[in-house]
């Protein structure tokens, strides 16, 4: 899991959802109570498998070399009261972090929104970092939603995902279409999908787009 981690933050530099050090990927230990984390304020290009710290789900460091991000109540958090949650992803990505700052949910106008989201990017509350509030924020949002996404208002980006891949796709994802639904409200107003159609989307791609292993 250290090894994955510190892989998967290659993919935010990539995907420019970050930067200089903000920005952070955890992923939860199978079986344990325990998650990977990235350590505070070191620069992505420093960062290793060995570099990764390892904290509790109370948030205390219990094996690495450096601090945790400042971030690891958040992620703490998410991991203790939603148990299917493998990986937590938080980025300012641009775009994405410009709807925050306007306190505005994205609007499902786009069929691969549907896809992924399975309806709007919701927004959370304003919450200060340093303790569980920001966690609080997430799991009050996305408890019941569809959204592996959250933007926290005035903050930046939150995604969850079955494993931390899952969660750094949500996260590009989400940068991509805040991006999309930007440029065409700069055109008019974006027209929404019927709901229906957004659950059929949403059924589709969850559970026949992609290969399925042969039953």
Known sequence: MRKTVSDLHAELVRYQLVAWTAGNVSGRIPGEDLFVIKPSGVSYDELTPEAMVVCDLDGNLVEGEHAPSSDTAAHAYVYRHL?????????????ASAWAARDEAIPCVLTAMADEFGGEIPVGPFALIGDDSIGQGIVKTLKGHRSPAVLMRNHGVFTIGKDPKAAVK?????????????ISRQ???PLPIPQADVDRLYDRYQNVYGQRSPR
Do not use: I
Not at 170 to 182: G, L, Q, S, Y
């Open 187 to 189: 055109l008019g107003e």
């Open 170 to 182: 949500a996260a590009v994802m989400c940068e991509d279409v805040a991006r999309t639904v930007h």
């Open 83 to 95: 148990p299917e949650v493998g990986g937590v992803v938080h980025t300012h990505s641009t775009y």
